[in-house]
């Protein structure tokens, strides 16, 4: 599962079909056979074998709710995730701040859910997304350069009503080969620009299409990079020196060049490989609430 690596959040489209609620990717509300995935349970179950398998990691995912109400609450119970399930009276309300992931995790509450439908925080205990997150469109209209507009179900970008910000990159119809293009310079570019729209927040969710491609740096850059703005005000998370203070950065130095090989191509500063090489050997880091986590958009 992409969870094995680093992909901590998940979108997921859900859907009543054929009499249990399955992941689809489809229009008007309704499921068919022609835009169903998988029964939900079957990824829901992957989640918690991780989550039993991995008692230090938090899991979020957002739904894209189109179910009944009573649908979901039997699935997620069926699944074995209530038992992680992070419950919404410990939300902060108005903007307030998450718990430390350290808590969330001591106290064996790693599984933060959200749903698109409002009734269902009332009704089913699932918190509704946009009482918490401002999220930026999606699609191709998102990805205008210079502009991070919200999506038309968000408050504004920089509402601090919400305490989280998530933050699409990804065009209408996903492309294999040009999401590389995307999921390199432009995504950091995005990365800025919704910092600046978000009241100088950096995203603690980043939703890519086909996050392991890039043609330098990529998902994991941009995740590292927010994440050491938000961890330690550097600008990787790399760069944090443990136990300093806020701003104390060890930025370590350029990697010396390479020596030209016959019938090779010479190296060149800010390349590919360049890119590569300052962040691959470097974990990723996630701290819900605090910093920035690589979502994968599921269908």
Known sequence: MCTQNGVRGLMLDTYDFNNDVWLCHSFGGNCYN????QPAINVFKEIQTFLDA???????????DYTATGSLPKVFNASGLMKYWFPVAKMPKSGGNWPLLKDMISQNQRLIVFTSKKSKEASEGIAYEWNYVVENQYGNDGMVAGKCPNRAESPAMDSKSQSLVLMNFFTTDPSETGVCGNN???LVSMLKTCHAASG???????????YMRSDGGGAPLATDMANGHMVCGCDN????????????????????PRAPTPGGRSSRAGDVSSAMGVVSHHHWSFFLGLASLLVLLLW
Do not use: H, M, Q
Request: aromatic share 14%; with cysteine.
């Open 200 to 210: 100088n927040r950096w995203p603690n969710y980043i939703a890519v299409d086909f």
């Open 34 to 37: 022609i835009t169903a995935f």
């Open 54 to 64: 991995n008692p230090s990691e938090v899991i979020t995912i957002f739904l894209e």
């Open 237 to 256: 998370i790399a760069y944090c020196k443990t136990n300093s203070t806020f701003g104390t950065c060890v930025i370590p130095p350029p990697p010396p």
């Open 184 to 186: 390199s310079a432009p």
